[in-house]
């Protein structure tokens, strides 16, 4: 009797240990599955181009903050083409270009060949630093910032189409209203007000009125970065060929007073010289 109760014991005790250990299986199998469908699901959880954002990022560097700099504006987060509301931005930060083929990674140091190796890097991994919440897909911003223009300005033109030419202009306005805020509630001091509208018109000429199908209205049409560069390397070559200018000038002044004052010296000595007598 005692010894058929140790055996229904024993075999109780195996089937409960061989169910544990299978349920453990099962259960480690599927979180491997789990953390693979996760990272699978990461890969394609940005919806966003990198490359789209790059283009309208070199956009507004070029075509809209020598505007702002100028103007000292700070742009509120609130605004679409602040920084921070760019996901790829802290990653294109981090990027060093060395050389011609060689690409660093400013997190790591790791050094790569083209700026493409670059970026499939930090999408494999640096992912975690990217924070694509709602609205900080700078690419989404391309129709209204023209950036298939700045991709190949030199393709031929695709046929206008009017109904997405209206709902570029129209996004490309909310952009305009929502960083260069004219209309706030809270009290604006009048100077705020008064750079916010300037900002706000130009915004309209340089992006906004190019959404058209007449034709005729061209983007950017206010230029940007490239013709204040040409304007600051003018001065500095005409200051180069005036400095030289200036110098001999001053030599020449120079050399006068010291004449003047030798011719003095010789006046006084002579005069010393003729008193006695
Ligand atoms: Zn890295």
Partial sequence: MGRRVIEIALLLLLSLSLHGARARQEAEGAAGARSLLQEVAHKHEVHCSRERSRTAWKIIEEYLMPFV??????????????PDNDMFHEQEQHK????????RCGFC???????????????????NLLNDTQGRCLADLCGALHCDQMADSKKTKTKCNPAAAARNRH????????????????????????????????????????HTCSGGQKPFSRGGKKQSSVFYLAVCILTVMLLPLFYLLVYLHQREMRK?????????KTMRKSKPS
């Fill in 109 to 127: 140091k790791k050094a790569f060949r083209a700026e493409k190796f670059l970026d499939q890097h930090f999408d494999n991994r640096h992912y």
């Fill in 69 to 82: 700099d100028q103007e000292q504006y700070q742009i509120s987060s609130k605004c679409r083409l602040h």
């Fill in 260 to 268: 003047g004052t030798q011719d003095l010296k010789r006046i006084s």
């Fill in 171 to 210: 996004l490309c306005e909310s952009l305009a209203d929502s960083c260069f805020p004219t209309n706030q509630g809270r009290l604006a001091s009048f100077f705020f007000f008064f750079l916010a509208s300037r900002l706000h018109e130009l915004f309209l000429r340089q992006f906004c009125d190019a």
């Fill in 96 to 103: 060093i270009h060395v050389d011609t083929n060689e690409w």
